[in-house]
């Protein structure tokens, strides 16, 4: 339910500001670029702490590798799960229909500004060579 309701939030955003002809298919896109932002920051505090060293510099360097196949695999399961197992169209009738809980809501907007913030501090910071 909370999946469902944070692909619902991202389809109402991406309708209204990005892609007003094919919002489902931008929005499964930014759901698998959400996980990786997550994964980034942790792999940035791994390597702040001297845990584990890795370079992200350029588009060979193994991690970069690494996100990118981790990419198409969410993005594939995304696909499979917002088209095939379960119709998008009925998640966002549902959703327009029904109110979800308090907590639904808060986690999802904790969720969605945490992965926002950190692709903003990413793209306007830090530095990257393609």
Same mark, same amino acid.
Request: contains cysteine; aromatic residues 24%.
């Given at each position: 339910?909370?999946? #469902?309701?944070?692909? =619902?939030?991202?389809?109402?955003?991406?309708?209204?500001? !990005? #892609?007003?002809?094919?919002?489902?298919?931008?929005?499964?896109?930014?759901?698998?670029?959400?996980?990786?932002?997550?994964?980034? %920051? %942790?792999?940035?505090?791994?390597?702040?702490?001297s845990i584990f060293n890795y370079?992200?510099? /350029?588009?060979?360097?193994?991690?970069?590798?690494?996100?990118?196949?981790?990419? %198409?695999?969410?993005? =594939?399961?995304?696909?499979?799960? /917002?088209?095939?197992?379960?119709?998008?169209?009925? !998640?966002? !009738?549902?959703?327009?229909?029904?109110?979800?809980?308090?907590?639904?809501?808060?986690?999802?907007?904790?969720?969605?500004?945490?992965?926002?913030?950190?692709?903003? !501090?990413?793209?306007?910071? %830090?530095?990257?060579?393609?």
């Amino acid at each position: 339910m909370l999946y #469902d309701y944070i692909y =619902f939030k991202i389809y109402e955003w991406v309708s209204k500001m !990005i #892609d007003p002809f094919a919002p489902q298919i931008t929005t499964t896109i930014i759901l698998s670029l959400f996980p990786l932002s997550i994964f980034y %920051l %942790l792999l940035k505090m791994l390597s702040l702490l001297s845990i584990f060293n890795y370079e992200m510099n /350029f588009t060979t360097s193994n991690t970069f590798i690494m996100f990118g196949v981790i990419f %198409l695999i969410l993005l =594939f399961v995304n696909q499979v799960y /917002f088209f095939a197992y379960k119709n998008w169209k009925e !998640i966002i !009738i549902f959703f327009r229909k029904n109110e979800v809980t308090n907590r639904i809501k808060n986690y999802t907007r904790i969720y969605i500004a945490v992965c926002t913030s950190i692709y903003a !501090i990413l793209f306007l910071f %830090l530095g990257y060579n393609f």
